[in-house]
């Protein structure tokens, strides 16, 4: 008895112990209303459609392509520490690869299909540590079920599902007659515009896994300084869905103290 006591006092306390890393929440529920398998399902057709479409215009990088090489290599560090933040991560059949266009982008589409443009790397001269936390902000996206939270808040504004039965699915699973209306609506998942929150969110949770992963976290500052640099015709924050450099700057610098640590422990 006293070692079950004893037990029992050990698991309250390191229950009660503060999560290492950043503070983001609980993800959205409207994302339940959208099945994962489905729409992970789509995006892996949509991914395949991507790269076919980049190889027929002989855009897309040869898996011995030195960039391609480096970008699988920071992929296969971060990608370990994916599923601490979602469950099913472990399922997913990961994949990088490269697109040769002048788009200063990336994006990671659920069920791991991840894509970068030359534009980005080569525009900005991004070091790996700059990369790792690109790469790290758009698995964000995927792991924290950002998609299916967008579509799925699309769908009820456009009247794709009865909005009585979407809100009382949050609370009883996936509403299979959502998942259908979001299917027939042909959204492109890589082209989905996330809210403010979201792309903080990804900022913070993205700086954490490139931390764990061994990249240095301090990159996100210099990274944003080049991506303001580059979209300088930007509009201001308020008439924008992304928050503004000197914005995500601020918040990076602010998460830093929780970050470091992991970070100085990794490359030990």
């Known amino acids: 008895m006293a ?3 004893g037990a029992l006092s050990l698991c309250a306390l390191a229950c009660a112990q503060p999560r290492e890393g950043v503070q983001v929440g609980q993800p959205s529920v409207f994302a339940n209303m959208i099945a994962p398998a489905r729409l992970e399902r789509d995006a892996a057709l949509q991914y395949q459609q991507t790269l076919a479409q980049a ?3 002989r855009a897309l990088g040869h898996a011995d392509h030195p960039q391609v090489l480096r970008l699988r290599a920071i992929a296969q560090r971060i990608i370990p520490f994916a599923q601490a933040w979602n469950p099913r991560a472990e399922r997913w059949n990961w994949e990088v690869n490269l697109i040769g266009a002048q788009q200063i982008n990336a994006y990671c589409m659920p069920g791991g299909k991840i894509v970068f443009f030359t534009g980005l790397l080569n525009g900005l001269r991004l070091n790996d540590d700059e990369v790792a936390m690109v790469m790290g902000h758009e698995i ?3 792991l924290r079920e950002h998609a299916r939270e967008r579509m ?3 769908a009820a504004t456009n009247g794709l599902a009865r909005i009585g039965g979407a809100l ?8 299979p007659h959502l998942t259908d ?3 027939r609506s042909g959204a492109h998942l890589a082209t989905l515009e996330f809210s403010r ?3 903080s969110e990804a900022d913070l949770v993205g700086m954490e896994l490139a931390a764990r992963a061994g990249f240095d976290p301090r990159a996100g500052v210099s990274l944003w300084k080049k991506m303001s640099a580059a979209n300088k015709g930007a509009p201001p924050q308020w008439l924008s ?5 000197k914005t995500r700057i601020a918040d990076i610098e602010a998460n830093l103290p929780k970050v470091m640590p992991l970070y100085l422990r990794a490359k030990r």
Not at 168 to 175: E, I, N, P, R, T
Request: no cysteine; charged share 20%.
């Open 197 to 199: 929150e979201d792309e």
């Open 181 to 183: 209306a979001v299917a």
């Open 140 to 142: 964000a996206h995927a």
């Open 168 to 175: 009382a699915s949050v609370w009883l699973g996936v509403d």
């Open 3 to 5: 070692l079950a006591l």
């Open 152 to 154: 799925a808040k699309s």
């Open 55 to 57: 190889e027929q215009n």
């Open 241 to 245: 869905t992304h928050p503004s450099g």
